[in-house]
């Protein structure tokens, strides 16, 4: 008995110890056995009368759930329990009457404390300074009643020596005494951050935590798009992730032609994470101020964007090196290109619609200049929706150095020789050097070719004097050229082109594809396209299209109509050409104003051919005039003219002499073995 006694008495020292309490099993029995009897109570809530008999939505109310604790899984119930732990919320009308609010959170770097998450800026005088500090800082609005700024406060790094000349500049003592406390905490909580990144400036160098320090909004940054030397400017940044892992996002806009008016665009520039510090200069964009050949490099970028503005609008060009066209997965991909270009941002968007670009913001007031002083708002914003497009309209807004440097670095526009809308890099757009004695070396009679000249220059310059019985129709001129091969029917019409600087456009059948759909609709492109650059349209070998129709081809039956109907209603210069005029469906003839039967070369159109190709040719030669006539008298025609003087003149390089006689004879001898000669 004693020994239950001692054990007894030593739990109980271990309870009180540990705060614990001992239970008596004999006692909890005998008082679960009293309780037996007792009825259990209902766990089921009493329902209030008031909402028994009452409908759905009628009681006059607001009745209040509270979030419950979340389970394993993170999920949560709704409840009718208001919260234990809940706190009385910290900001009220009591902590409004001070001018700032500072929230700080836990500081777990070891060198201090607390951080400070966010500030909130209660004094109004305050407000209103900074709202000169903050001017045009995208994503601030000092006017708003509740002005918060949340940390690493962005805003207060870029314009640190704003702030402090504010606050020293300030009069009001009150409003002083405002901006020194805020610029207190500011200065003890940025200090880390301001003196890094005065160190990284000096150096040149940064690191990716603090990469957001050196990009100022409104800066002019510096980028390699595409490969090219390109100028933008810095509107906002971010840290983001992404399968690279983590990288600094740069929202920037550059300047560009919408097809009726400049505007600012968006492009964006990652720069990925890296560690330790890295050149400024070396990133993959960098604030231009940074950069050692700065000066130079804004010179060139805003002698490129004034040729940028030249081009807005329509022009025909020249060009020669890279440009960038769409792959099959809609990827930018660089082709090299050369030949004659059609620049029509408009016609681009209209075709393109999925690649066009938008430049819908405004210009800021440094972008550009007003030639003329509008007299009325709404005079402003015609002039700044100025048309370029039309011919001969005098801009009245006028791009600025600031604007030129952030001019983007490509057009779009049509290759005449691809036959492909692209991006064509402005740095590569040429003036044409035009060949004007093209029509003069066409080998045809005078009044022939004076005939065709003024027809072509009648139409280009009155093409609107003269229409149908319905509006639209017949407003264009058809000619055909028929003929054998190799007499000049394609340089006919490469030379009108030629002599008349408007621009050829030379249609396949390749070109239009081979269903009836798929025609019409390539075709009608082409039409548009062709009616609104003034170009002259080339149908070359049109016998696939306008041959006969039978009862028996519905499909090509189809075609030939598709290409009635339509070249009814075309509005420019159409050359068709084609050895089998014969074939021709007999609904053509009354569609063609000028049908020129091209007959086989006589002997003096050869020799001429012959002279002409001598003459044009940058190698030297000793071909005689006696030589012209004993050539002139092979029975060729002008297509085997030019190759035969071409292969006559590889094999004149190859001996590294002048073109003799006796090359030409060689050739002449192999084209002899042929069947056809």
């Keep these: 008995m004693a020994d239950t006694a001692g054990i007894k008495s030593a739990m109980e020292a271990l309870a009180d110890q540990f705060n614990l309490k001992i239970v008596d099993d004999s006692k909890k029995d005998e008082s679960s056995s009293e309780e037996s009897g007792v009825e259990t109570p209902s766990t089921t809530k009493e329902v209030d009368p008031a909402l028994k008999d009452a409908s759905v939505g009628s009681i006059s109310n607001i009745k209040d759930l509270y979030q419950g604790p979340e389970d394993s899984q993170g999920r949560a119930q709704w409840l009718d329990k208001y919260p234990e732990d809940a706190e009385e919320a910290a900001e009220n009308e009591e902590t409004e009457k001070y001018a700032f609010i500072a929230r700080k959170k836990k500081c777990y770097s070891g060198r201090k404390k607390f951080d400070i998450d966010s500030i909130i800026v209660n004094s109004p005088k305050v407000k209103e300074v900074l709202d000169k500090v903050f001017v045009k800082y995208p994503g601030v609005t000092c006017t708003l009643d509740r002005l918060v700024f949340d940390a690493p406060f962005e805003p207060f790094v870029h314009r640190w020596s704003e702030f402090k000349d504010a606050v020293e500049s300030e009069r009001d003592a009150l409003t002083r005494t405002h901006l020194g406390l805020l610029h207190k905490l500011l200065s003890e909580e940025l200090k880390d951050t301001i003196k890094a990144l005065e160190d990284y400036v000096l150096h040149g160098v940064t690191t990716f935590e603090h990469v957001w320090a050196i990009f100022h909004p409104g800066c002019t940054v510096y980028s390699r798009s595409d490969g090219v030397p390109t100028a933008l400017s810095f509107h906002s940044g971010s840290y983001e992730s992404g399968q690279c892992g983590k990288y600094f996002l740069l929202t920037l806009e550059p300047i560009g032609w919408n097809g009726t008016a400049f505007g600012r665009g968006t492009e964006r520039v990652a720069i990925y994470s890296f560690t330790g510090t890295r050149p400024i200069k070396d990133l993959n964009a960098?604030?231009?101020?940074?950069?050692?050949?700065?000066?130079?490099?804004?010179?060139?970028?805003?002698?490129?964007?004034?040729?940028?503005?030249?081009?807005?609008?329509?022009?025909?060009?020249?060009?020669?090196?890279?440009?960038?066209?769409?792959?099959?997965?809609?990827?930018?991909?660089?082709?090299?290109?050369?030949?004659?270009?059609?620049?029509?941002?408009?016609?681009?968007?209209?075709?393109?619609?999925?690649?066009?670009?938008?430049?819908?913001?405004?210009?800021?007031?440094?972008?550009?200049?007003?030639?003329?002083?509008?007299?009325?708002?709404?005079?402003?914003?015609?002039?700044?929706?100025?048309?370029?497009?039309?011919?001969?309209?005098?801009?009245?807004?006028?791009l600025t150095a600031?604007?030129?440097?952030?001019?983007?670095?490509?057009?779009?526009?049509?290759?005449?020789?691809?036959?492909?809308?692209?991006?064509?890099?402005?740095?590569?757009?040429?003036?044409?050097?035009?060949?004007?004695?093209?029509?003069?070396?066409?080998?045809?009679?005078?009044?022939?070719?004076?005939?065709?000249?003024?027809?072509?220059?009648?139409?280009?310059?009155?093409?609107?004097?003269?229409?149908?019985?319905?509006?639209?129709?017949?407003?264009?001129?058809?000619?055909?050229?028929?003929?054998?091969?190799?007499?000049?029917?394609?340089?006919?019409?490469?030379?009108?082109?030629?002599?008349?600087?408007?621009?050829?456009?030379?249609?396949?059948?390749?070109?239009?594809?081979?269903?009836?759909?798929?025609?019409?609709?390539?075709?009608?492109?082409?039409?548009?396209?062709?009616?609104?650059?003034?170009?002259?349209?080339?149908?070359?070998?049109?016998?696939?299209?306008?041959?006969?129709?039978?009862?028996?081809?519905?499909?090509?039956?189809?075609?030939?109509?598709?290409?009635?109907?339509t070249l009814e209603y075309y509005e420019g210069i159409l050359f068709l050409t084609t050895n089998r005029v014969a074939n021709m469906d007999a609904a053509f003839q009354s569609r063609i104003h000028i049908s020129m039967e091209y007959s086989n070369l006589t002997r003096e159109a050869r020799r001429q051919i012959w002279a002409n190709f001598l003459e044009l040719s940058k190698q030297a030669s000793e071909i005689s005039e006696e030589d012209l006539d004993y050539l002139s008298g092979v029975n060729l025609n002008g297509r085997q003219i030019k190759n035969i003087l071409k292969t006559s003149f590889l094999l004149s390089m190859r001996k590294k002499t002048p073109l003799k006689r006796e090359f030409v004879d060689v050739v002449l001898a192999i084209e002899g073995r042929r069947p056809d000669v």
Aim: proline share 4%; with cysteine.
């Design 402 to 565: 600031d604007g030129h440097l952030i001019c983007k670095s490509s057009v779009p526009g049509y290759s005449l020789k691809l036959k492909k809308w692209m991006l064509f890099f402005v740095d590569f757009v040429k003036e044409i050097v035009w060949n004007d004695n093209a029509f003069s070396k066409l080998v045809l009679p005078d009044d022939t070719k004076d005939l065709l000249m003024s027809f072509v220059e009648s139409q280009v310059e009155n093409k609107n004097t003269f229409d149908d019985v319905i509006q639209g129709k017949g407003k264009g001129i058809i000619m055909l050229l028929s003929g054998p091969p190799g007499v000049g029917k394609t340089l006919t019409a490469e030379s009108v082109a030629e002599s008349m600087h408007i621009p050829l456009y030379m249609m396949s059948a390749g070109d239009l594809g081979i269903r009836p759909e798929e025609v019409e609709d390539a075709l009608q492109k082409i039409l548009e396209m062709v009616a609104k650059w003034d170009a002259i349209l080339l149908l070359d070998e049109c016998d696939v299209f306008l041959e006969e129709r039978t009862a028996n081809d519905l499909e090509r039956n189809k075609l030939v109509s598709i290409f009635l109907r």
């Design 286 to 398: 960098c604030p231009l101020s940074f950069h050692p050949e700065k000066d130079g490099i804004r010179a060139a970028l805003v002698q490129r964007g004034k040729k940028y503005e030249e081009l807005a609008g329509y022009h025909y060009k020249a060009y020669e090196g890279v440009a960038l066209s769409w792959n099959a997965q809609g990827k930018l991909i660089p082709i090299t290109v050369g030949g004659r270009i059609i620049i029509d941002t408009e016609s681009f968007d209209r075709h393109n619609p999925t690649k066009s670009e938008s430049y819908g913001d405004d210009l800021n007031e440094a972008d550009f200049t007003v030639s003329e002083a509008p007299t009325s708002f709404k005079a402003m914003v015609s002039s700044l929706e100025n048309d370029f497009g039309a011919e001969q309209a005098a801009p009245k807004i006028r």
